[in-house]
C-alpha cells in the first residue's frame, strides 16, 4: 500500500514536467502576448520600441525553449515568478485565490450530497410514481439549465426581490458563499440524482434484497446498511470527479458572483495570457487530479474489499 | 413513507439553515461601507490590472486613469465639454518661446497631505513622472523644470505645441512626492477625495478631503468596486448595493431608463474603423475602396446590432470636437451607388452566383478583426451582409491573434479595429500612430504626399484654431483616398441611482467622482 501510493505520487513528475511544457507551448501557438493584449484592452496605440522594450522585460523576447527552461530553473528553487499584468508574485496570489475555492468546494458538494442522495434513493424506492417523476422532471430542468442562468435566477429572487443575500460576495465568508454554492450544487445533483436512482435500482433488483425481504428485515434496514453502502462505490467516484473539477474553479460562476477563486484568476489569466500564472493554475490541477483520483482509489479498497490496489493478485 | 418523511425533514432542515444565513446578511455594510456617513459606492468594470490600472499611481502604466476619475487626483489643466483645455490647478500659461513654457499655478490648493501646491511640488512630481513613466517622457518631452513660488517654466527639447495637452493626460496628475507612493501604488492628490485603502481588482475606499480647495465634496464617504462582469454589476444597481455604474452591458439599458435611475451618455473618440491594406492588389484598386466605404450601412448597425448605443461616425472624431463630427464629409450608405462604381471599374458579375468578377478574380476581401471588443464581431457581419447585396464576398477572420496577423500585409484586406483617437484632446495623435509613413500601426501601409506635408505642419503649429482646421483638412485627405472607413463612436454611459446627482459622462472619459456628486436634494 505504502509503495503504490509512493508509486503513484512519482508519476505526478512526468506528468507535471509534460504538461507544463505542453500548456507552455499551447499559449504560444494561441498568439498574442501579454504586452499586446494590454495595449489592446487600454485601447492606445504605442510604438513598436516601447512594446518590444516591454517584451524584453518579461523576457518574451526570448525563444520558446529558452523561456521554459528560464521557468522550469526557476521553478526548481521554489521561484514560479511574478504576474505579467499585476506585478504580484505568483505563488502568494494564487494561495490568496485558494480559501475562496476551497470553501466553495466544500459547501457545493455538502449541498449536492444533502440533495441529491436523498431524492436519489427516494425516487428509485417510489419507482414511477409521482414523486419519481417530479424529481425526475426537476432533474432534467436542472440539467438543462446552464450555470449562469441558475446563477442569475438565484440572484434576482434571493438578493433582489427577497433581498436576503448580497448580489456582490466578494468577502469569503459562509453568508455569502451561499448562492453560488447553490448554484454549483442544483447542477450537480440533478445529475448526481440519476445516478444515484439509477444504482439503488441496480442494487433493490438484486436477490440479496429479496432474501432479507423473505426473512422479515425491515426494508428499511436493507436500505441503509446494504442497498446505500453498495451505492457508495459509484457515488464516491462521481463526487470525486466533481471535486476535482470544483478544485480547479469555476469561472463563470466566480465571476458572476465576484467570488475571488482560481477558477475566475485561471480565465483571466489565460485572456490576458499571463504564462507565469497560467502555469501556476495547470501545476495545481495536475496535483489535484492525480491526488484525488489516489484518494479515490484508497477510498475503494475501505468501502469495497473485493477491489486491489496495484494489481495485487487475490 | 417514513423515509419520505425523513428526507422532506432534511431537505426542510437545509431551507431553514439558508434562511438562518440569510439573515445574518446585511446589505447595509456593502452599501455604507461600515463608515460614518453618506457613501457613494461606484461599480466600475475597468479599475483592474488588464487595463493597466492596477492602482492609483499615475506614474504607473494607465493608473492614472484612475486616479483623475476617482477624484484622488487633479492635473495643471483639463478638458472643457467641448475637448477644449481650460486651467485646473493651473491658472494661466505663457508660451515665452517654442521650447519654453511658463505656467501660474492657483493659489491656495492644498494636498490632502497637508502641504500647499506650489511650484517646487509641481516640479518633484514631474520629474519623477518623466524618470519612470516611458510614455509620459516620450509624450512630453521634457528638458528642464525649474520652479519659482507659484510657478513652473518648462522647456522641452524640441517645439511641443501639444505640451499642455499631455500634461492633463491622466498621469499628469499632480501627486505629492514629499509623501511619495505607498508599496499598494496609493498617492497623495489634490482631489475632492483621499485613498483609505486599495486591494487591487477588488475595491478603493476614499474619504471626503475636508480641506478641498473648490468646494466641499458632497459625499463623506466613496467606495469603488472592481465589477467584471455585466450582469452582476446590472443587479447590483437594481438592488441598490452600489449608487453608480459605470461599464454597463448595452442590453441592460432598458432596465435603468425609469425615473429610479439617472443616465449620462456622451460620445466619446473611441471609434470603431475599418483600416485599408494598400498592399493587397484588390485593395489598390480605387472603385473596391471607395464601394466598401459606401457599402457600410452605419445608422443601421448602430441602430439595429448596437440597439442605438453608438453614434455614427463621420470622420476621426465625433462632433462634440470642434474639428469632429461634420466639419468633414464621407460617402455615405449607397449600395446602387456603390454597385454602378463597380461596374464601371469592370467588376460584374459574370457566373450569376452572386459574387464579381474581373479578369478572372473575384471580389472577395478577407476581413481581419477581433473578438475583445464586442462591436468589432458585429460590424464584420453587418458589412458581410450589406457588402453581399453589393457583390462582395467578406470572409471574415475574427481572432484574438490579429496583432500579429496585421504586421503580414499579405493576409489580410481590410482591418476593422477601435481605438480612443484623441485621449489628449488633441487631433495629432491618430494621424502620428496610423496614417503617416512613421507611425507604428500603419499596417495598411497608407502614403499620402500632401497628408505628410500637413502632418509636419501640424507638428509645429501651436495656434489651437490652425491645429483643428489641419485636423479637418487631414481627415478630408484619408477620407477621399477611402485608406480608412470610421464607422461608429462609442456611446459612454454612466448611471446612477436617481438619489445621486453629478455622476456626469464625459467625452474625455476622465472624470467621474467629483465635486459635484452629491446626494440629490
Request: overall charge negative.
Amino acid at each position: 500500500m505504502k509503495h503504490y501510493v509512493v508509486r503513484r505520487l512519482l508519476q505526478l513528475i512526468p506528468i507535471l514536467l509534460i504538461i507544463t511544457f505542453l500548456s507552455f507551448g499551447m499559449m504560444r501557438l494561441a498568439g498574442s502576448d501579454a504586452v499586446l493584449q494590454r495595449m489592446e484592452n487600454t485601447g492606445m496605440v504605442v510604438s513598436q520600441e516601447v512594446i518590444d522594450a516591454a517584451r524584453a522585460e518579461l523576457g518574451l523576447d526570448k525563444p520558446f525553449l529558452t523561456q521554459y527552461c528560464a521557468w522550469l530553473g526557476n521553478l526548481l528553487r521554489g521561484d514560479m515568478g511574478t504576474s505579467y499584468i499585476s506585478g504580484q508574485e505568483v505563488f502568494s496570489t494564487f494561495i490568496s485565490k485558494l480559501p475562496a475555492t476551497l470553501l466553495l468546494t466544500v459547501v457545493s458538494i455538502l449541498l449536492t450530497i444533502v440533495v441529491s442522495i436523498p431524492l436519489g434513493v427516494l425516487a428509485a424506492v417510489k419507482q414511477n410514481r409521482l414523486t419519481d417523476y417530479v424529481i425526475r422532471v426537476a432533474s432534467f430542468l436542472g440539467n438543462s439549465m446552464p450555470n449562469f442562468f441558475v446563477a442569475l435566477l438565484l440572484m434576482y429572487f434571493f438578493a433582489i426581490r427577497l433581498d436576503w443575500f448580497p448580489v456582490i460576495s466578494r468577502e469569503v465568508s459562509l453568508q455569502n458563499v451561499i448562492l453560488p454554492a447553490l448554484t454549483l450544487a442544483i447542477a450537480m445533483s440533478a445529475k448526481y440524482l440519476r445516478q444515484v436512482r439509477a444504482t439503488v435500482l441496480d442494487e433493490l433488483s438484486k436477490d440479496y434484497v429479496a432474501g432479507a425481504k423473505a426473512r422479515g428485515v425491515k426494508f428499511s434496514v436493507t436500505l441503509a446498511k446494504s442497498v446505500l453502502r453498495a451505492c457508495l462505490v459509484t457515488v464516491i467516484t462521481l463526487l470525486t470527479l466533481s471535486i476535482g473539477s470544483l478544485l480547479g474553479g469555476t469561472a463563470i460562476v466566480e465571476s458572476i458572483f465576484m467570488w475571488d477563486g482560481v477558477g475566475k484568476m485561471a480565465v483571466d489569466a489565460i485572456n490576458m495570457r499571463d504564462y507565469p500564472m497560467i502555469q501556476a493554475y495547470v501545476m495545481w490541477m495536475a496535483i489535484i487530479y492525480v491526488c484525488v483520483n489516489l484518494i479515490t482509489d484508497l477510498s475503494y479498497r475501505v468501502l469495497d474489499p473485493r477491489i486491489r490496489l496495484g494489481g495485487a493478485k487475490s | 413513507m417514513k423515509t419520505e418523511k425523513r428526507i422532506l425533514t432534511l431537505l426542510m432542515a437545509v431551507c431553514l439553515a439558508l434562511g438562518a444565513l440569510a439573515g445574518c446578511s446585511s446589505n447595509e455594510e456593502a452599501s455604507d461601507g461600515g463608515t460614518a456617513g453618506t457613501t457613494f459606492v461606484l461599480g466600475d468594470t475597468t479599475f483592474n490590472a488588464e487595463n493597466e490600472e492596477p492602482d492609483v499611481n499615475p506614474h504607473n502604466a494607465y493608473s492614472g486613469w484612475a486616479c483623475i476619475r476617482y477624484g484622488i487626483g487633479e492635473t495643471l489643466f483639463r478638458y472643457s465639454d467641448t475637448m477644449e483645455i481650460e486651467p485646473w490647478l493651473a491658472t494661466e500659461y505663457e508660451l515665452v518661446d517654442e521650447l519654453t513654457w511658463r505656467i501660474t499655478l492657483r493659489d491656495g490648493v492644498t494636498f490632502s497631505s497637508g502641504r500647499a501646491l506650489d511650484g517646487q511640488a509641481v516640479k518633484e512630481c514631474l520629474e519623477h513622472l518623466i524618470e519612470v513613466h516611458d510614455r509620459a517622457r516620450g509624450d512630453l518631452m521634457i528638458d528642464t523644470i525649474t520652479a519659482d513660488s507659484q510657478t513652473v517654466t518648462i522647456t522641452t527639447t524640441e517645439p511641443r505645441p501639444t505640451l499642455l495637452n499631455y500634461l492633463s493626460d491622466p498621469y499628469g496628475c499632480i501627486i505629492d512626492m514629499e509623501v511619495g507612493i505607498t508599496e499598494d501604488g496609493i498617492v497623495v492628490g489634490t482631489g475632492p477625495y483621499i485613498v483609505t485603502s486599495l486591494v487591487t481588482r477588488e475595491e478603493l475606499n476614499l474619504v471626503k478631503n475636508e480641506n478641498y480647495w473648490d468646494g466641499e465634496p458632497g459625499f463623506d464617504n466613496v467606495t469603488v468596486l472592481t465589477i467584471s462582469d455585466g450582469d452582476t454589476l446590472t443587479m447590483a444597481l437594481q438592488s441598490g448595493e452600489i449608487d453608480g455604474a459605470y461599464g454597463m452591458p448595452y442590453a441592460s439599458y432598458p432596465l435603468f431608463e425609469n425615473e429610479d435611475y439617472t443616465f449620462s451618455s456622451t460620445a466619446t473618440s473611441r471609434v470603431f474603423f475599418v483600416h485599408m491594406n494598400f498592399e493587397s492588389e484588390i485593395i489598390q484598386d480605387d472603385a473596391v475602396r471607395q464601394a466598401i466605404a459606401m457599402g457600410i450601412d452605419k445608422e443601421r448597425f448602430v441602430e439595429d446590432l448596437l440597439d442605438g448605443n453608438g453614434y455614427p461616425a463621420m470622420g476621426v472624431y465625433p462632433d462634440n470636437f470642434s474639428f469632429g463630427g461634420d466639419a468633414v464629409t464621407a460617402k455615405g450608405y449607397d449600395p446602387d451607388g456603390a454597385k454602378a462604381i463597380l461596374e464601371e471599374a469592370g467588376w460584374v458579375d459574370t457566373d450569376g452566383d452572386g459574387i464579381r468578377e474581373k479578369e478572372g478574380q473575384t471580389l472577395t476581401i478577407r476581413w481581419l478583426t477581433y473578438p475583445s471588443r464586442q462591436e468589432l464581431p458585429l460590424l464584420a457581419e453587418s458589412v458581410q451582409a450589406t457588402l453581399g447585396e453589393i457583390g462582395f464576398e467578406v470572409i471574415i477572420n475574427s481572432t484574438a491573434d490579429h496583432n500579429s496577423i496585421r504586421v503580414d500585409p499579405m493576409a489580410w484586406d481590410v482591418y476593422a479595429s477601435a481605438m480612443v483617437t484623441a485621449p489628449t484632446g488633441d487631433p495629432s495623435y491618430f494621424f502620428s500612430t496610423h496614417c503617416l509613413d512613421s507611425s507604428a500601426v500603419n499596417n495598411g501601409h497608407y502614403h499620402s504626399d500632401e497628408l505628410e506635408a500637413l502632418a509636419a505642419e501640424l507638428d509645429e503649429t501651436f495656434d489651437t484654431d490652425r491645429r483643428a482646421e489641419l485636423a479637418v483638412e487631414m481627415q478630408q485627405i484619408i477620407l477621399d483616398d477611402n485608406a480608412f472607413v470610421f464607422c461608429s463612436h462609442l456611446q459612454m454611459s454612466m448611471i446612477s441611482q436617481s438619489d445621486v446627482t453629478g455622476l456626469v459622462a464625459h467625452p474625455c472619459d476622465f472624470y467621474e467622482i467629483t465635486v459635484d456628486l452629491r446626494p440629490a436634494e
